[in-house]
């Protein structure tokens, strides 16, 4: 019988696609464009405000996935790295790893099919913040990373989009790195500053 669990909280992405990426919004189907730098450096960041997984209590936890895809990314080949919030004992560390690895179902069972290379999980502090419209993240000597939202033509309004993102496909904002959005690991270097990035609620469930 599936383990049963949800998650509700908030996350952000931050790609190294020219905006707005041509990977979820262009007139192919999603996933088919060419990312426009030609290979997709992707950083996805969660913060859980309240999670329950088989009795395992998930509130105020965070974890981030990071992903290379060499080209179009429904072709497939990703390499993909976990961090999980340091904070995390292991009981929550399991169910934290099942639910953002796809093992549980959900969404991102989706990606998971993609993925060629897992470099595995590391346990560091995870530092997610909402200031306003702005999501950033820190992690030490890892990752910089924070994303505003797009001017929209109404002040201080945000442009929210339905495209069928797995995370939230039916309310996903359209936003854009800051300056000094960085990452830096496992062999990877990126500066994903002015490029393509979301934001949205999430609401997840399985079991």
Same mark, same amino acid.
């Given at each position: 019988?599936?383990?049963?669990?949800?998650?509700?909280?908030?996350?952000? +992405?931050?790609?190294?696609?020219?905006?707005?990426?041509?990977?979820?919004?262009?007139?192919?189907?999603? !996933?088919?464009?060419?990312?426009?730098?030609?290979?997709?450096?992707?950083?996805?960041?969660?913060?859980?405000?309240?999670?329950?997984?088989?009795?395992?209590?998930?509130?105020?936890?965070?974890?981030?996935?990071?992903?290379?895809?060499?080209?179009?990314?429904? +072709?497939?080949?990703?390499?993909?790295? =976990?961090?999980?919030?340091?904070? $995390?004992?292991?009981?929550?560390?399991? $169910? !934290?790893? $099942?639910?953002?690895?796809?093992? =549980?179902?959900?969404?991102?069972?989706?990606?998971?099919?993609?993925?060629?290379?897992? !470099?595995?999980?590391?346990?560091?502090?995870?530092?997610?913040?909402?200031?306003?419209?702005?999501?950033?993240? +820190?992690?030490?000597?890892?990752? %910089?990373?924070?994303?505003?939202? !797009?001017?929209?033509?109404? +002040?201080? %309004?945000?442009?929210?989009?339905?495209?069928?993102?797995?995370?939230?496909?039916?309310?996903?904002?359209?936003?854009?790195?800051?300056?000094?959005?960085?990452?830096?690991? /496992?062999?990877?270097?990126?500066?994903?500053?002015?490029?393509?990035? /979301?934001?949205?609620?999430?609401?997840?469930?399985?079991?």
């Amino acid at each position: 019988m599936a383990t049963k669990w949800k998650i509700s909280g908030d996350y952000f +992405e931050n790609c190294n696609c020219s905006v707005v990426c041509p990977c979820l919004i262009s007139t192919n189907a999603p !996933l088919t464009s060419r990312p426009t730098q030609g290979v997709c450096d992707v950083a996805l960041v969660f913060h859980v405000d309240k999670g329950n997984y088989d009795g395992v209590d998930l509130d105020g936890l965070n974890v981030a996935v990071v992903v290379h895809t060499p080209g179009v990314m429904a +072709e497939g080949n990703w390499t993909a790295a =976990a961090y999980i919030d340091e904070r $995390a004992n292991n009981q929550q560390t399991e $169910a !934290l790893g $099942a639910i953002f690895t796809g093992a =549980a179902g959900g969404p991102m069972s989706i990606f998971a099919p993609f993925i060629a290379t897992n !470099l595995g999980a590391k346990k560091v502090p995870i530092k997610y913040r909402i200031d306003g419209k702005k999501r950033s993240v +820190e992690i030490p000597n890892v990752m %910089q990373m924070a994303v505003e939202p !797009l001017p929209a033509l109404r +002040e201080g %309004q945000e442009i929210w989009a339905s495209t069928g993102h797995p995370v939230n496909p039916d309310k996903l904002a359209l936003a854009v790195g800051v300056k000094g959005s960085v990452f830096n690991d /496992h062999g990877m270097r990126w500066d994903n500053s002015g490029r393509n990035g /979301h934001y949205a609620p999430i609401e997840w469930s399985g079991g």
